[in-house]
């Protein structure tokens, strides 16, 4: 089965790329937004906590935060295909600094109690799902700019996950010395941020409205769309596949460690912090270094190589012996981890219509989520001294599910090349 991918240039203001720099255009307003996005996620519980003194309260707006964001992927990838990225992407950022403006003088005059608490709740509901509006425009703003940028895709995208991961460096830490000085102080600067990718987001290169598309694709509802597209590339479904059963390992090690570093090794919760630290610095590097690589190996060898790193590391992690093989060899695994997320996106980018990017990157993007919850029951269920042995068999579930996802791609002339637009064979 032959898939052609879309060559074709949209019509009228979707022509072409506008003139200027992608620093201006993509990645300076992705970085503000990251920088909002890491700060909403990590450290909008820490204001939960500082203002209510409570760790239930604390966990259930964690949980508020993130269940509008799950709810909003079908809507803001069906308002990414039918409105623009650009206008997605600005309202929900000024709709964004908004509302912690408005919460930023609510807390000053109310008093402490209920209302307050009802009020930090809102915000952690509210930030989180105009979040995701603006993570998912950004997505498409990057997509398309990868797609016409003469076989530079994978380097586009690997910019675009590093602004990602150095703001998820920074976000926890900012928001955490921001909230020493008061909610106000945090509040303010995630005001900032979301004002200024707003202003920048006038500037974005457009993106194709579905219907602007050579096939002239029918309006359907959002996930439905991106079910659809997705079930007709079967070179990216493959792929997903693989990485959902991935991400349950990925998962588990994110949940399973805290334990282990503090109940298994016996140190303390600074040490956890070191451990997610050094991991996100090999993330960094893997895919700095993945620029270069898949110039020489292509997708399908980075991809393969990947693959098999972090599928050994997975296994070695259930046998770590001390804390420091335990922390390095979690580097090397979210160092595999990165280089597959390069994989993914850059021919996410590459083969999915732009006119239905918005919602077939939300279906996808909800897919690798799903895997996370069960890694979080799993290791609510499993005792101390079995966890070790779940880690054990997600790896070996991950080494099969992206060895046979990679061997069912092997030979496509899309993962064989660096990041070219050609045609994908399936």
């Given amino acids: 089965m032959t898939i052609s991918v879309y060559e074709g240039q949209p019509a009228g ?58 709810a909003a992927f079908g809507l803001a990838g069906d308002l990414v295909d039918r409105r623009g990225a650009a206008i997605v992407f600005f309202l929900a950022s000024l709709a964004r600094a908004l509302l912690v403006a408005a919460g930023g003088v609510a807390l000053f005059i109310l008093p402490s109690g209920t209302a307050e608490t009802v009020t930090v ?24 700019v990868s797609r016409r940028t003469a076989g530079q895709a994978h380097k586009v995208q690997a910019v675009l996950i590093g602004i ?7 976000g926890p830490a900012l928001g955490g010395v921001l909230l020493l000085g008061g909610p106000s102080h945090m509040l303010a600067v995630l005001g900032v941020l979301s004002v200024l990718a707003a202003c920048l987001a006038l500037q974005t290169p457009p993106t194709p409205l579905r219907g602007s598309a050579k096939n002239g694709a029918r309006r359907q509802a959002g996930l439905k769309t991106g079910w659809n597209t997705l079930s007709s590339l079967p070179v990216l479904s493959w792929l997903v596949a693989g990485l959902v059963v991935s991400n349950l390992a990925l998962g588990l090690l994110q949940a399973a460690s805290p334990i282990i570093v503090i109940e298994r090794f016996g140190l303390t919760s600074a040490a956890v912090g070191t451990l997610w630290s050094a991991a996100a610095a090999s993330t ?18 980075v991809g393969v190589v990947c693959s098999t790193v972090a599928s050994a590391a997975c296994l070695a992690l259930a046998q770590a012996p001390t804390y420091i093989s335990y922390v390095l060899v979690m580097a090397l695994f979210m160092a595999a981890d990165g280089g597959l997320t390069v994989v993914l996106r850059t021919l996410r ?5 732009p006119a239905a990017f918005g919602s077939t990157l939300s279906l996808t993007i909800l897919l690798l989520l799903l895997p996370f919850p069960v890694a979080g029951i799993v290791v609510a269920l499993t005792p101390l001294s ?33 990041g070219n637009m050609t045609r994908a064979t399936a």
């Fill in 13 to 70: 203001r979707h022509a072409a790329i506008p003139q200027g720099s992608l620093l201006r255009r993509v990645y300076a307003p992705r970085a503000f937004d990251a920088l909002a996005f890491s700060m909403c996620t990590y450290a909008m519980p820490l204001l939960v906590l500082a203002t209510t003194k409570s760790a239930s309260l604390t966990g259930l707006a964690f949980a508020l935060e993130w269940l509008p964001r799950v």
């Fill in 121 to 144: 709740m809102a915000l952690a509901a509210g930030t989180g799902a105009l979040t995701q509006f603006s993570f998912i425009a950004n997505e498409a703003v990057g997509a398309i």
């Fill in 164 to 170: 990602d991961q150095t703001a998820t460096l920074t």
């Fill in 284 to 301: 960094l590097l893997a895919i700095a270094a993945c620029r270069f690589a898949l110039n020489r190996l292509g997708l399908w060898g």
């Fill in 349 to 353: 980018s590459l083969l999915i219509p």
């Fill in 386 to 418: 079995a966890l070790q042995h779940a880690i054990l068999v997600c790896g070996i579930l991950q080494a099969l599910a992206l060895g046979l996802a990679f061997m069912r791609l092997r030979g496509d002339p899309v993962l064989r090349g660096s």
